[in-house]
């Protein structure tokens, strides 16, 4: 149930920010809509780990600055590049990913996207690797290195051992 | 005062960032030698373009409620667009397209092997 709860919250609290509308009436019709549409959804089997991982979501904000930073940096890089394509070495590499759930390993395979330089190509959900295009050398090191890698499983509850 | 000037001339700088960003990026789409090297210029289009841009109009925003919604649109983009850079990247691999790899630095770049 704590799925429907934390659902309707993020869905009222949405529907506050983007109506404009403060009146008592439409307040509580907000309310009613962003419940029966949460009740919906826990019925259709949607709110489970894979549509709103909880953990992985309000973990987020511990990596935020850590992700912009490497966005900028990788920006950079990509633009010199782009200044001088001859310096292109593209190569695809493996990465091996630690995370044991899916949304965890979507999230790793999405934020080496979203650090220009580096697209995932594939994610092998059963040998956990994500294979990656890399535009140069040293942007395929800083995939392997293992450190993205880190610290997206900072964002994952921690495996109980057994289970 | 001089404070709402600080603010204005740092949005001034981030929407140039911003803007030069999406020049280099469309630059990129043109320059770069493979369908998945070009991935990476667009790459630039939809993270630093977009986010400086973003980031800038967060600084000029008149109202909370613009502000929030530009903080809505750089989450929904954070998540979108590497989904579908993935997407397309994913699909090019499945279709068999293979990409030009370059081993070391004066290794000639040729066509690699398809994993």
Sequence with gaps: ?????????????????????????????????????????????VLDEEGLPMGI?????????WIIWEI????????????APSKAAPQLVTVSAGQHT?????????????????VSVQVDEDRNEIIVHGLTQE??????????DAKVSLLEKRKVSGA | MMVENIVTIIAIFSLSAGALGVLFGALGLL????????????????????GLILFGLLLASPEWTVSLRLVLIGLL??????????????AAHFAGVKPLIKTSPDAPIEKGANE
């Design chain 1, 1 to 45: 149930m704590r799925s429907v709860y934390v659902s309707t919250i993020l869905m009222f609290g949405l529907w506050l920010a983007l109506s404009g509308h403060y009146t008592p009436l439409l307040l509580a019709l907000g309310a009613l809509s962003a419940l029966g549409v949460s009740l919906l959804a826990k019925r259709m089997n």
């Design chain 1, 57 to 65: 979501l309000f973990r987020l904000p511990r990596v935020t600055l």
């Design chain 1, 72 to 83: 900028l940096k990788s920006n950079l890089g990509v633009i010199r590049v782009i200044i």
């Design chain 1, 102 to 118: 899916a949304a965890g390993l979507v999230t790793h395979a999405n934020f080496i996207t979203l650090t220009p330089g580096t």
């Design chain 1, 139 to 148: 942007f395929c090191d800083a995939t392997t290195d293992g450190s993205m």
């Design chain 2, 31 to 50: 320059r770069l030698g493979d369908v998945y090297q070009r991935m990476h210029g667009a790459g630039i289009i939809d993270t630093g373009g977009a």
């Design chain 2, 77 to 90: 983009l954070g998540l979108t667009s590497p989904t579908a850079t993935h997407a397309i990247a994913r």
